[in-house]
């Protein structure tokens, strides 16, 4: 299987001439593949980033026994609704509200967003530039019913085993400084971060209904600045 680790620049041909009177023209004789590889360059991204897809079916990036085995971990319902969210390389759906019945793959499917998200990042030059951002730490934050879950579903998944396991986690293209902060429902973690990426997890079992709703729209409101 081929993995699309590769430099971008090696891989578009440059026939699009930027001083052109006629770039739409140009534009139009691209194919598919150098078109996207336009678009990648102008969002800074050094590599192409892994499509959801590949993410769960290739080994190279998740889809090992050690997490979603070729995505035989997923039900077909994830997968189809995966595809709508991230098509290609775009996120058409950047707020989600996930629910259903215990062990029908939430938590799951948001550790594979999470997933997602560094890797979309660690593929590009400086996410910071991409985002108009300080250069300070971009923040993952897990809120969760209690701190201690939020850390052994969510933290220490993606720093001990998805870095740990993953070929392509383990030497990721571009090194950035992301911290994962976790939280109970009643700290103030990730206040003050530049939140790139944020779960609000089992909300419903939160002791303070208004106390949640508080969180979520906070959350929201520092996600939209970003």
Same mark, same amino acid.
């Given at each position: 299987?081929?993995?699309?680790?590769?430099?971008?620049?090696?891989?578009?041909?440059?026939?699009?001439?930027?001083?052109?009177?006629?770039?739409?023209?140009?534009?139009?004789?691209?194919?598919?593949?150098?078109?996207?590889?336009?678009?990648?360059?102008?969002?800074?991204?050094?590599?192409?980033?892994?499509?959801?897809?590949?993410?769960?079916?290739?080994?190279?990036?998740?889809?090992?026994?050690?997490?979603?085995?070729?995505?035989?971990?997923?039900?077909?319902?994830? @997968?189809?609704? !995966?595809?709508?969210?991230?098509? #290609?390389?775009?996120?058409? =759906?950047?707020? +989600?509200?996930?629910?259903?019945? *215990?062990?029908?793959?939430?938590?799951?499917?948001?550790?594979?967003?999470?997933?997602?998200?560094?890797?979309?990042?660690?593929?590009?030059?400086?996410?910071?530039?991409?985002?108009?951002?300080?250069?300070?730490?971009?923040?993952?934050?897990?809120?969760?019913?209690?701190?201690?879950?939020?850390?052994?579903?969510? @933290?220490?998944? !993606?720093?001990?085993?998805?870095? #740990?396991?993953?070929?392509? =986690?383990?030497? +990721?293209?571009?090194?950035?400084? *992301?911290?994962?902060?976790?939280?109970?429902?009643?700290?103030?973690?990730?206040?003050?971060?530049?939140?790139?990426?944020?779960?609000?997890?089992?909300?419903?079992?939160?002791?303070?209904?208004?106390?949640?709703?508080?969180?979520?729209?906070?959350?929201?409101?520092?996600?939209?600045?970003?």
């Amino acid at each position: 299987m081929i993995h699309n680790f590769t430099d971008i620049s090696s891989l578009y041909s440059g026939k699009l001439d930027l001083n052109s009177v006629s770039v739409e023209e140009q534009y139009a004789q691209l194919t598919e593949e150098e078109r996207e590889l336009v678009f990648l360059k102008l969002k800074g991204y050094t590599q192409r980033p892994p499509t959801i897809e590949q993410m769960y079916t290739d080994p190279y990036y998740l889809g090992g026994a050690d997490f979603f085995n070729h995505g035989d971990n997923l039900f077909p319902f994830w @997968k189809e609704s !995966l595809g709508k969210i991230f098509p #290609g390389h775009f996120t058409r =759906f950047p707020y +989600l509200c996930l629910s259903g019945a *215990i062990g029908i793959g939430k938590s799951v499917t948001s550790r594979l967003c999470m997933a997602m998200t560094l890797a979309r990042l660690s593929c590009m030059e400086s996410p910071y530039k991409t985002f108009g951002l300080a250069p300070k730490p971009m923040s993952f934050v897990i809120y969760h019913r209690n701190e201690e879950t939020a850390v052994v579903e969510f @933290k220490r998944w !993606l720093e001990r085993d998805v870095k #740990g396991k993953s070929p392509f =986690f383990k030497n +990721l293209p571009n090194e950035h400084n *992301i911290k994962v902060i976790t939280s109970g429902p009643l700290s103030a973690g990730g206040l003050g971060a530049d939140v790139i990426f944020i779960i609000i997890g089992e909300v419903n079992f939160w002791p303070n209904e208004e106390k949640a709703m508080e969180r979520v729209n906070s959350m929201v409101l520092r996600f939209k600045s970003r």
